[in-house]
């Protein structure tokens, strides 16, 4: 088990801020979770004992909506904490967290977590930074998918998963997401992504291969996603 205290991943996250001595007790407190492709790390109305730090891989945040459809709100990449929200609002999560490949977790006691915010001034910063940076990318989430059509939000959100996730040795996005989990990302029908993935590769702006998605065309995309 990786000591935190010399772990790379919490440069991209709230625990940079921790002192030698915090973080060798986190190291004594934490436990390490596997967690495979399609598991949920929590779903919607669980009560947290705990906070989880993504050692490796990738992950989705739904919404169950009314009509029983997940709605994805947002993707969560290695390095990031999950679970915090709820810890400190002292409530039941509210969204389900889902596993897009097998992940490596480090899952911290939720008393660590509050005895952190309580007594680390620049801890309780950092992690209040990172929940206004959540809301704001919520907000854009809702007013993208407020003021652009269909296509615009799937040109819009092929950017950002290329931004988000990276590409791999090949030139494709470097996560393997099912036409059903794009079209829950940009809130439509399975079909309907089908449909305007195939106008995309048929136009030459982007280059599919199973689930593989290579952007061939930034300029276009960003020319669609501006609603032109």
């Given at each position: ?199 995309f590769k048929r136009d030459g702006i982007i280059k599919l291969h199973g689930k593989q998605i290579k952007l061939l065309d930034k300029a276009k995309l960003i020319h ?5």
């Open positions: 088990m990786a000591n935190c205290e010399h772990c790379l991943v919490k440069e991209l996250n709230s625990f940079n801020s921790l002192s030698k001595a915090e973080l060798s007790h986190l190291h004594s407190k934490k436990t390490i979770l596997h967690i495979k492709r399609g598991q949920p790390l929590f779903v919607e109305g669980t009560v947290l004992n705990g906070i989880y730090c993504l050692q490796s891989g990738e992950c989705k945040v739904s919404k169950l909506t009314p009509n029983g459809k997940d709605q994805i709100v947002r993707f969560i990449k290695q390095g990031e904490i999950v679970g915090h929200k709820s810890i400190l609002s002292s409530t039941s999560a509210k969204l389900t967290v889902t596993a897009l490949e097998d992940m490596e977790v480090c899952f911290i006691p939720k008393q660590e977590l509050l005895d952190l915010f309580a007594n680390n001034k620049e801890f309780s910063l950092s992690v209040t930074k990172s929940l206004c940076d959540s809301l704001d990318k919520a907000n854009m989430t809702v007013a993208t998918m407020a003021q652009k059509n269909v296509r615009e939000r799937l040109a819009e959100f092929l950017l950002y998963f290329e931004r988000m996730f990276g590409v791999d040795e090949n030139g494709f996005i470097a996560v393997k997401l099912t036409r059903e989990e794009i079209a829950n990302a940009i809130g439509t029908a399975t079909e309907s992504s089908i449909r305007l993935l195939s106008e669609i996603s501006d609603g032109f």
